[in-house]
């Protein structure tokens, strides 16, 4: 596919997997569009990719939980750009008492995870139809498969993204744009993640993935045209088997230790 005056877009790409993505990437000669918060030092990956790699590289800092903030973002590609690809990352966690839960954050959650990913899709998929082939990956979690205590609303929007992906997936079908969801468990994203992950017990700490390898392993997978993507066979299979009536309990359990640690 000749991608020199094309663009993947990805969004949450100053740190984590969705820097990894973009590295990827960039590795693949592919030119980016790296959308995350201000100050997250996103000129200089773009910069960086653009030097390292000799891509073409552009950024856009924007507050993806204000909705203006995100049709100005994709009018800006829409009238910029051609894009192959749309790699919606961008995404908040969150560990808190429901009670204790304020409704900005609640709010917060719900605009990233579920309301920018659902209308970047929208509005930049006349461009993606537009071009001779053109992917969407959305990033779910392994969370979308429980509901968890102290993490009420995260999973109930991640599971919104795996299913609102699969529908997508399946009314694209007969078009020129693959769309795919991949679900991976928690990532080594910084020491403070690392951490907290660890205080979980030892199933946090066995199903802890690097950034890299997920996001080097969701670009093969993607162009291979896997619809759904597992990088963690173990969470997956524990997911799976394990009833809601025991894994429910369990989940709530090791983020209620790793509150009180």
């Not at 995350?36 to 996103?42: F, K, Y």
């Not at 924007?62 to 894009?83: C, G, P, Q, R, Y």
Request: hydrophobic share 40%; net charge positive; glycine share 4%.
């Amino acid at each position: 596919m000749d991608t020199k005056e094309s663009y993947a877009v990805v969004t949450g790409a100053s740190q984590g997997l969705g820097k990894a993505f973009a590295e990827n990437l960039a590795k693949k000669h592919i030119n980016v569009i790296l959308v995350s918060l201000p100050d997250q030092n996103l000129e200089e990956l773009s910069k960086e990719l653009e030097d390292t790699y000799a891509i073409k590289s552009h950024y856009y800092e924007v507050d993806l939980s204000v909705k203006e903030n995100v049709m100005k973002l994709t009018e800006w590609i829409n009238a910029s750009f051609n894009i192959h690809m749309l790699i919606n990352n961008a995404g908040i966690g969150g560990t808190k008492k429901f009670t204790e839960a304020t409704p900005d954050y609640i709010n917060t959650i719900l605009q990233v995870n579920v309301t920018a990913t659902s209308l970047i899709t929208h509005q930049l998929l006349p461009n993606l139809l537009r071009q001779p082939k053109a992917f969407i990956l959305n990033v779910s979690s392994m969370a979308a498969f429980s509901p968890i205590g102290f993490k009420t609303v995260y999973p109930a929007s991640k599971t919104f993204i795996h299913s609102f992906s699969r529908g997508l997936h399946e009314e694209l079908k007969d078009t020129n744009v693959f769309v795919s969801v991949v679900n991976p468990g928690a990532m080594k994203t910084n020491t403070d993640v690392c951490k907290r992950i660890e205080k979980q017990g030892f199933m946090g700490r066995l199903t802890l993935l690097d950034p890299d390898n997920v996001a080097s392993y969701c670009i093969r997978q993607l162009f291979k045209k896997d619809s759904v993507i597992m990088v963690n066979p173990i969470s997956w299979l524990v997911m799976k088997i394990l009833p809601i009536w025991i894994k429910l309990p369990l989940m709530t359990q090791a983020i209620k230790r790793e509150i009180e640690a």
